[in-house]
Protein backbone atom coordinates (compact mmCIF):
# COMPACT_ATOMS: atom_id res chain seq x y z
CA UNK A 1 0.00 0.00 0.00
CA UNK A 2 1.40 3.70 -0.57
CA UNK A 3 1.17 5.76 1.56
CA UNK A 4 -0.39 9.43 0.37
CA UNK A 5 1.87 12.49 0.39
CA UNK A 6 0.38 14.18 3.21
CA UNK A 7 0.91 17.99 3.88
CA UNK A 8 3.12 19.47 7.09
CA UNK A 9 0.83 20.65 10.16
CA UNK A 10 -0.87 24.15 9.51
CA UNK A 11 1.37 25.06 12.13
CA UNK A 12 4.37 24.77 10.07
CA UNK A 13 4.55 28.01 7.59
CA UNK A 14 6.01 28.67 4.79
CA UNK A 15 6.92 32.20 2.87
CA UNK A 16 4.06 34.72 2.01
CA UNK A 17 4.58 33.96 -1.73
CA UNK A 18 4.16 30.00 -1.20
CA UNK A 19 0.45 30.54 0.48
CA UNK A 20 -0.11 32.68 -2.21
CA UNK A 21 1.18 30.39 -4.77
CA UNK A 22 -0.41 27.55 -3.34
CA UNK A 23 -4.09 29.16 -2.97
CA UNK A 24 -3.57 30.31 -6.91
CA UNK A 25 -2.87 27.03 -8.18
CA UNK A 26 -5.53 25.36 -5.90
CA UNK A 27 -8.75 27.36 -5.80
CA UNK A 28 -11.55 28.96 -8.69
CA UNK A 29 -10.18 32.51 -9.06
CA UNK A 30 -12.98 34.39 -8.17
CA UNK A 31 -11.45 36.64 -5.86
CA UNK A 32 -8.90 39.23 -6.40
CA UNK A 33 -7.64 38.94 -2.24
CA UNK A 34 -4.50 41.78 -1.14
CA UNK A 35 -1.22 39.71 -0.74
CA UNK A 36 -1.83 38.80 2.90
CA UNK A 37 -1.67 35.70 4.24
CA UNK A 38 -3.26 36.29 7.64
CA UNK A 39 -3.00 33.11 10.41
CA UNK A 40 -3.60 34.96 14.05
CA UNK A 41 -6.68 37.09 14.93
CA UNK A 42 -7.67 39.06 18.22
CA UNK A 43 -10.06 41.76 18.31
CA UNK A 44 -9.71 44.74 15.93
CA UNK A 45 -5.77 43.14 15.18
CA UNK A 46 -4.96 40.54 12.70
CA UNK A 47 -1.53 38.80 12.32
CA UNK A 48 -0.04 37.47 8.64
CA UNK A 49 2.06 34.66 8.75
CA UNK A 50 5.55 36.61 8.99
CA UNK A 51 4.28 37.99 12.36
CA UNK A 52 3.30 41.41 11.13
CA UNK A 53 0.18 42.88 12.82
CA UNK A 54 -2.19 44.67 11.16
CA UNK A 55 -5.53 46.68 12.40
CA UNK A 56 -8.50 44.43 10.33
CA UNK A 57 -10.61 47.65 9.02
CA UNK A 58 -12.72 45.70 6.64
CA UNK A 59 -14.19 43.23 9.20
CA UNK A 60 -14.66 40.76 6.81
CA UNK A 61 -17.89 43.08 5.18
CA UNK A 62 -19.09 43.69 9.24
CA UNK A 63 -19.38 39.86 10.07
CA UNK A 64 -17.19 40.71 12.28
CA UNK A 65 -18.71 43.37 14.55
CA UNK A 66 -17.81 41.75 17.72
CA UNK A 67 -14.07 42.07 16.67
CA UNK A 68 -12.19 38.56 16.01
CA UNK A 69 -12.63 35.52 18.35
CA UNK A 70 -15.14 37.44 21.26
CA UNK A 71 -14.14 35.64 24.24
CA UNK A 72 -17.72 35.33 24.99
CA UNK A 73 -18.60 34.32 21.95
CA UNK A 74 -16.13 31.57 21.41
CA UNK A 75 -16.66 29.95 24.59
CA UNK A 76 -20.29 29.87 23.98
CA UNK A 77 -19.45 27.85 20.40
CA UNK A 78 -16.80 25.89 22.31
CA UNK A 79 -19.25 24.90 24.83
CA UNK A 80 -21.96 24.17 22.85
CA UNK A 81 -19.21 21.89 20.72
CA UNK A 82 -18.56 20.02 23.87
CA UNK A 83 -22.62 19.35 23.56
CA UNK A 84 -24.52 19.21 20.62
CA UNK A 85 -23.79 20.61 17.28
CA UNK A 86 -25.93 19.15 14.81
CA UNK A 87 -29.57 17.92 14.48
CA UNK A 88 -31.00 19.04 11.50
CA UNK A 89 -34.55 20.27 11.76
CA UNK A 90 -36.07 16.80 11.88
CA UNK A 91 -35.51 17.19 15.22
CA UNK A 92 -35.70 20.28 18.00
CA UNK A 93 -33.02 21.11 19.89
CA UNK A 94 -32.80 23.07 23.40
CA UNK A 95 -30.68 26.18 21.70
CA UNK A 96 -32.96 26.97 18.38
CA UNK A 97 -35.77 28.08 20.29
CA UNK A 98 -34.11 30.67 22.88
CA UNK A 99 -31.92 32.16 20.14
CA UNK A 100 -35.13 32.61 18.08
CA UNK A 101 -36.82 34.70 21.03
CA UNK A 102 -34.24 36.58 21.80
CA UNK A 103 -33.47 37.88 18.44
CA UNK A 104 -37.15 38.41 17.87
CA UNK A 105 -37.13 40.42 20.98
CA UNK A 106 -34.91 42.30 20.50
CA UNK A 107 -35.70 43.02 16.90
CA UNK A 108 -39.35 43.71 17.87
CA UNK A 109 -41.07 41.18 16.00
CA UNK A 110 -43.42 37.71 15.85
CA UNK A 111 -41.12 35.19 14.48
CA UNK A 112 -37.80 34.38 12.67
CA UNK A 113 -36.63 32.09 10.49
CA UNK A 114 -32.83 30.97 10.59
CA UNK A 115 -30.49 30.37 7.56
CA UNK A 116 -26.96 30.17 7.24
CA UNK A 117 -25.67 32.51 4.63
CA UNK A 118 -26.94 35.95 3.99
CA UNK A 119 -27.90 34.64 0.31
CA UNK A 120 -29.97 32.09 1.87
CA UNK A 121 -31.95 34.28 3.85
CA UNK A 122 -32.35 36.74 1.07
CA UNK A 123 -33.97 34.01 -1.10
CA UNK A 124 -36.37 33.17 2.13
CA UNK A 125 -37.54 36.56 1.98
CA UNK A 126 -38.27 36.55 -1.83
CA UNK A 127 -39.93 33.14 -1.33
CA UNK A 128 -41.46 33.88 1.67
CA UNK A 129 -43.21 37.54 0.35
CA UNK A 130 -44.26 36.22 -3.12
CA UNK A 131 -45.99 33.61 -1.60
CA UNK A 132 -47.54 36.52 1.12
CA UNK A 133 -48.62 37.90 -2.41
CA UNK A 134 -50.23 34.92 -3.45
CA UNK A 135 -52.26 34.42 -0.36
CA UNK A 136 -53.24 37.52 1.08
CA UNK A 137 -52.73 39.95 -1.71
CA UNK A 138 -54.49 37.49 -4.31
CA UNK A 139 -51.72 38.25 -6.96
CA UNK A 140 -52.33 35.66 -9.84
CA UNK A 141 -50.07 32.37 -9.48
CA UNK A 142 -46.66 32.89 -10.72
CA UNK A 143 -47.61 36.86 -11.42
CA UNK A 144 -45.36 38.27 -8.20
CA UNK A 145 -43.22 40.88 -8.43
CA UNK A 146 -40.42 42.23 -6.36
CA UNK A 147 -38.90 45.87 -6.75
CA UNK A 148 -35.06 46.22 -6.27
CA UNK A 149 -32.68 48.69 -6.40
CA UNK A 150 -29.96 49.48 -9.17
CA UNK A 151 -26.64 48.68 -7.44
CA UNK A 152 -27.60 46.15 -5.37
CA UNK A 153 -25.94 43.62 -3.45
CA UNK A 154 -27.86 40.57 -2.56
CA UNK A 155 -25.57 37.84 -2.27
CA UNK A 156 -24.46 35.65 -5.59
CA UNK A 157 -27.11 32.89 -5.85
CA UNK A 158 -28.86 32.47 -9.48
CA UNK A 159 -32.03 34.06 -8.56
CA UNK A 160 -30.07 36.94 -6.73
CA UNK A 161 -27.20 38.45 -9.33
CA UNK A 162 -30.45 37.48 -11.62
CA UNK A 163 -31.96 40.93 -10.24
CA UNK A 164 -28.41 42.60 -9.79
CA UNK A 165 -27.75 45.96 -12.42
CA UNK A 166 -23.97 44.58 -12.14
CA UNK A 167 -23.13 42.68 -15.43
CA UNK A 168 -20.42 41.67 -13.95
CA UNK A 169 -22.34 39.26 -11.21
CA UNK A 170 -24.61 38.49 -14.50
CA UNK A 171 -22.52 37.50 -17.31
CA UNK A 172 -22.56 34.25 -18.32
CA UNK A 173 -24.71 32.68 -15.72
CA UNK A 174 -28.40 33.02 -17.14
CA UNK A 175 -30.74 32.39 -17.51
CA UNK A 176 -32.41 34.29 -14.32
CA UNK A 177 -35.66 33.64 -12.57
CA UNK A 178 -38.29 36.48 -13.73
CA UNK A 179 -39.89 38.41 -11.61
CA UNK A 180 -37.58 41.90 -10.76
CA UNK A 181 -38.00 45.21 -11.46
CA UNK A 182 -34.69 47.16 -10.70
CA UNK A 183 -35.30 51.08 -10.09
CA UNK A 184 -32.97 53.72 -9.16
CA UNK A 185 -31.89 53.63 -5.37
CA UNK A 186 -33.08 56.83 -3.71
CA UNK A 187 -35.85 57.51 -5.67
CA UNK A 188 -38.99 57.26 -4.32
CA UNK A 189 -40.75 58.59 -6.88
CA UNK A 190 -39.11 56.17 -9.13
CA UNK A 191 -40.20 53.04 -6.39
CA UNK A 192 -43.95 54.74 -6.73
CA UNK A 193 -44.24 54.57 -10.93
CA UNK A 194 -42.25 51.01 -10.55
CA UNK A 195 -45.18 49.75 -8.40
CA UNK A 196 -48.22 47.64 -10.01
CA UNK A 197 -51.32 45.54 -9.21
CA UNK A 198 -49.10 42.33 -8.93
CA UNK A 199 -46.15 44.18 -6.81
CA UNK A 200 -45.59 41.65 -4.06
CA UNK A 201 -42.00 43.37 -2.22
CA UNK A 202 -39.47 46.20 -2.27
CA UNK A 203 -36.62 44.94 -1.09
CA UNK A 204 -33.61 47.35 -0.02
CA UNK A 205 -30.13 47.95 1.32
CA UNK A 206 -30.52 50.77 4.11
CA UNK A 207 -27.23 51.69 3.30
CA UNK A 208 -25.50 50.12 -0.42
CA UNK A 209 -22.66 48.66 1.26
CA UNK A 210 -20.83 46.65 -1.97
CA UNK A 211 -21.91 49.54 -4.16
CA UNK A 212 -19.38 51.76 -2.56
CA UNK A 213 -21.35 52.74 0.83
CA UNK A 214 -24.11 54.83 -0.51
CA UNK A 215 -25.92 56.71 1.73
CA UNK A 216 -29.43 57.36 0.42
CA UNK A 217 -31.18 60.68 0.63
CA UNK A 218 -32.76 61.79 3.75
CA UNK A 219 -36.01 60.34 4.30
CA UNK A 220 -36.12 58.03 1.58
CA UNK A 221 -36.57 54.65 3.66
CA UNK A 222 -39.43 56.34 5.62
CA UNK A 223 -41.07 57.54 2.55
CA UNK A 224 -40.18 54.30 0.89
CA UNK A 225 -42.05 52.57 3.71
CA UNK A 226 -44.95 54.58 3.81
CA UNK A 227 -45.30 54.10 0.06
CA UNK A 228 -45.57 50.46 0.59
CA UNK A 229 -47.25 50.31 3.32
CA UNK A 230 -49.75 52.27 0.88
CA UNK A 231 -50.04 50.55 -1.57
CA UNK A 232 -49.89 47.21 0.28
CA UNK A 233 -46.09 46.30 -0.82
CA UNK A 234 -44.42 44.37 1.49
CA UNK A 235 -41.42 46.54 2.49
CA UNK A 236 -37.64 44.25 3.05
CA UNK A 237 -35.09 45.50 4.34
CA UNK A 238 -31.49 43.69 3.97
CA UNK A 239 -29.67 44.83 6.61
CA UNK A 240 -27.01 41.92 6.86
CA UNK A 241 -24.46 43.92 6.37
CA UNK A 242 -26.22 47.73 7.88
CA UNK A 243 -27.70 45.76 10.53
CA UNK A 244 -26.26 45.11 14.30
CA UNK A 245 -24.90 48.18 14.97
CA UNK A 246 -23.23 48.67 12.04
CA UNK A 247 -24.48 52.39 11.05
CA UNK A 248 -24.87 53.32 14.84
CA UNK A 249 -28.45 51.94 15.45
CA UNK A 250 -28.78 48.20 16.43
CA UNK A 251 -30.67 48.41 12.38
CA UNK A 252 -30.45 51.08 10.02
CA UNK A 253 -33.89 51.39 9.53
CA UNK A 254 -34.15 52.84 12.98
CA UNK A 255 -32.52 56.03 11.47
CA UNK A 256 -35.51 57.01 9.89
CA UNK A 257 -37.89 54.85 12.45
CA UNK A 258 -38.63 52.34 9.89
CA UNK A 259 -39.74 49.33 10.80
CA UNK A 260 -39.89 46.78 8.23
CA UNK A 261 -42.35 44.28 7.23
CA UNK A 262 -39.48 41.60 6.62
CA UNK A 263 -36.06 42.64 8.17
CA UNK A 264 -33.26 39.78 6.80
CA UNK A 265 -29.94 40.11 9.40
CA UNK A 266 -26.81 37.77 8.76
CA UNK A 267 -22.84 38.13 9.02
CA UNK A 268 -21.96 39.52 12.37
CA UNK A 269 -25.23 37.23 13.60
CA UNK A 270 -22.51 34.69 13.33
CA UNK A 271 -20.08 36.73 15.83
CA UNK A 272 -17.34 36.04 12.91
CA UNK A 273 -17.18 32.86 14.05
CA UNK A 274 -20.27 30.85 12.35
CA UNK A 275 -22.41 31.25 9.22
CA UNK A 276 -26.04 32.61 10.82
CA UNK A 277 -28.37 34.41 9.32
CA UNK A 278 -32.12 34.81 9.70
CA UNK A 279 -35.39 36.22 7.83
CA UNK A 280 -37.37 37.96 11.01
CA UNK A 281 -40.75 39.18 10.06
CA UNK A 282 -44.43 39.24 12.08
CA UNK A 283 -46.84 36.08 11.86
CA UNK A 284 -48.83 37.29 8.93
CA UNK A 285 -45.58 36.71 6.86
CA UNK A 286 -43.86 33.93 7.96
CA UNK A 287 -47.11 31.96 8.75
CA UNK A 288 -47.34 31.13 4.70
CA UNK A 289 -44.77 28.71 5.53
CA UNK A 290 -45.83 25.62 6.05
CA UNK A 291 -44.37 21.92 7.09
CA UNK A 292 -42.05 21.72 3.71
CA UNK A 293 -42.41 24.05 2.49
CA UNK A 294 -38.72 25.62 3.21
CA UNK A 295 -36.04 24.04 4.89
CA UNK A 296 -31.96 24.16 5.40
CA UNK A 297 -29.91 21.19 6.87
CA UNK A 298 -27.99 23.51 9.18
CA UNK A 299 -30.17 26.41 9.66
CA UNK A 300 -31.05 26.54 13.47
CA UNK A 301 -28.56 23.83 13.99
CA UNK A 302 -27.67 24.70 17.82
CA UNK A 303 -23.87 25.56 17.34
CA UNK A 304 -25.40 28.30 15.25
CA UNK A 305 -28.18 29.22 17.38
CA UNK A 306 -25.61 29.26 20.80
CA UNK A 307 -22.71 31.33 18.78
CA UNK A 308 -26.18 33.46 17.15
CA UNK A 309 -26.85 34.30 20.80
CA UNK A 310 -23.91 34.87 21.82
CA UNK A 311 -23.25 37.54 19.01
CA UNK A 312 -26.43 38.97 20.09
CA UNK A 313 -25.55 39.25 23.10
CA UNK A 314 -22.25 40.71 22.93
CA UNK A 315 -23.99 43.67 20.82
CA UNK A 316 -26.25 44.63 23.18
CA UNK A 317 -24.20 44.20 26.05
CA UNK A 318 -21.46 46.15 25.09
CA UNK A 319 -23.57 48.45 23.64
CA UNK A 320 -21.96 48.36 20.07
CA UNK A 321 -24.31 50.77 18.41
CA UNK A 322 -24.01 53.80 20.48
CA UNK A 323 -20.18 52.89 19.73
CA UNK A 324 -20.59 52.55 16.32
CA UNK A 325 -22.25 55.87 16.03
CA UNK A 326 -19.51 57.94 18.54
CA UNK A 327 -16.30 56.23 17.02
CA UNK A 328 -18.17 56.67 13.66
CA UNK A 329 -19.15 60.33 13.49
CA UNK A 330 -15.60 61.25 15.07
CA UNK A 331 -13.66 59.24 12.53
CA UNK A 332 -15.27 60.52 9.74
CA UNK A 333 -14.83 64.04 10.76
CA UNK A 334 -11.17 62.98 11.10
CA UNK A 335 -11.14 61.49 7.57
CA UNK A 336 -12.68 64.39 6.36
CA UNK A 337 -10.28 66.75 7.59
CA UNK A 338 -7.23 65.20 5.82
CA UNK A 339 -5.72 67.70 3.14
CA UNK A 340 -5.43 65.37 0.15
CA UNK A 341 -5.81 65.95 -3.72
CA UNK A 342 -7.47 62.42 -4.20
CA UNK A 343 -10.28 62.34 -2.32
CA UNK A 344 -13.40 63.41 -3.66
CA UNK A 345 -16.15 62.46 -0.91
CA UNK A 346 -15.86 60.59 2.62
CA UNK A 347 -19.43 59.09 3.42
CA UNK A 348 -20.95 56.58 5.65
CA UNK A 349 -23.19 56.16 8.61
CA UNK A 350 -21.79 54.99 12.20
CA UNK A 351 -18.32 52.61 11.77
CA UNK A 352 -19.61 52.20 7.94
CA UNK A 353 -17.26 54.61 5.89
CA UNK A 354 -16.45 55.27 2.34
CA UNK A 355 -13.29 56.91 1.08
CA UNK A 356 -14.14 58.37 -2.48
CA UNK A 357 -11.08 58.30 -4.44
CA UNK A 358 -11.11 60.89 -7.53
CA UNK A 359 -11.10 59.17 -10.90
CA UNK A 360 -8.03 61.37 -12.09
CA UNK A 361 -6.07 59.63 -9.15
CA UNK A 362 -6.78 56.27 -10.02
CA UNK A 363 -8.96 53.45 -8.68
CA UNK A 364 -8.99 52.42 -5.19
CA UNK A 365 -6.93 49.66 -5.14
CA UNK A 366 -3.51 51.48 -4.92
CA UNK A 367 -4.28 53.13 -1.78
CA UNK A 368 -4.99 49.79 -0.20
CA UNK A 369 -2.01 48.20 -1.31
CA UNK A 370 -0.19 50.99 0.51
CA UNK A 371 -2.62 51.15 3.77
CA UNK A 372 -1.69 47.47 4.01
CA UNK A 373 2.16 48.20 3.52
CA UNK A 374 1.51 50.49 7.15
CA UNK A 375 -0.13 47.71 8.54
CA UNK A 376 -4.09 48.75 7.60
CA UNK A 377 -6.41 45.98 5.94
CA UNK A 378 -9.12 47.67 3.95
CA UNK A 379 -10.87 46.68 1.12
CA UNK A 380 -11.86 48.76 -1.99
CA UNK A 381 -15.15 48.06 -3.47
CA UNK A 382 -16.23 49.34 -6.88
CA UNK A 383 -13.02 50.95 -7.86
CA UNK A 384 -13.18 54.11 -6.27
CA UNK A 385 -14.09 53.63 -2.30
CA UNK A 386 -12.17 52.68 0.21
CA UNK A 387 -13.97 51.37 2.85
CA UNK A 388 -13.26 51.43 6.20
CA UNK A 389 -15.39 49.18 8.63
CA UNK A 390 -13.23 48.02 11.44
CA UNK A 391 -15.10 45.71 14.48
CA UNK A 392 -17.15 48.29 16.38
CA UNK A 393 -15.35 46.88 19.01
CA UNK A 394 -12.07 48.89 18.03
CA UNK A 395 -10.71 51.29 20.14
CA UNK A 396 -10.73 55.19 19.55
CA UNK A 397 -6.23 55.13 19.97
CA UNK A 398 -6.72 52.01 17.62
CA UNK A 399 -8.60 54.01 14.48
CA UNK A 400 -6.00 57.96 15.99
CA UNK A 401 -2.79 55.26 15.11
CA UNK A 402 -4.77 54.39 12.07
CA UNK A 403 -5.29 57.79 10.82
CA UNK A 404 -1.76 58.84 10.82
CA UNK A 405 -1.33 56.07 8.42
CA UNK A 406 -4.07 56.61 5.86
CA UNK A 407 -3.51 60.41 6.17
CA UNK A 408 0.25 59.34 5.14
CA UNK A 409 -1.35 57.41 2.07
CA UNK A 410 -4.36 59.79 0.97
CA UNK A 411 -1.75 62.38 1.12
CA UNK A 412 0.81 61.29 -1.07
C1 LIG B 1 -22.92 40.07 2.33
C2 LIG B 1 -24.27 40.47 1.94
C3 LIG B 1 -25.20 39.52 1.46
C4 LIG B 1 -24.84 38.07 1.20
O1 LIG B 1 -24.41 37.41 2.33
P1 LIG B 1 -23.58 36.04 2.16
O2 LIG B 1 -23.45 35.53 3.56
O3 LIG B 1 -22.27 36.37 1.52
O4 LIG B 1 -24.40 35.14 1.29
C5 LIG B 1 -26.48 39.96 1.18
N1 LIG B 1 -26.83 41.25 1.33
C6 LIG B 1 -25.97 42.18 1.78
C7 LIG B 1 -26.43 43.58 1.97
C8 LIG B 1 -24.66 41.83 2.08
O5 LIG B 1 -23.79 42.76 2.48
Redesign the pocket.
Known amino acids: MTTATVSPPASATKPTAAYLDEAERWSAHNYLPLPVVLDRGEGAWVWDVEGNRYLDMLSA???LNQGHRHPAIVSAAREQMERLTLTSRAFHNDQMGPFLRELCEVAGYDAALPM???????ETAVKMVRKWGYETRGIPADRAEIVVCED??????TT?VGFSSDEQYREGFGPFTPGFKIVPYGDVEALRAALGPNTAGFLV?PV???AGVVVPPDGYLAEAAALCREEGVAFIA?????GLGRTGRLFCCEWEDVRPDVL?V??ALGGGVY?V?AVIADAEFMDVFRPGDHGSTFGGNPLAAAVGRASLRVVLEEDLSRRSDELGSWFKEQLRAIPSPHVQEVRGKGLMIGVVIRESSGTARPFCEALQERGILAKETHQQVVRFAPPLTVEQSQLQDALVDIAAVLRE
Open positions: YSANTGAEAVNFHGRTIEQGEDEIQTVGKPS
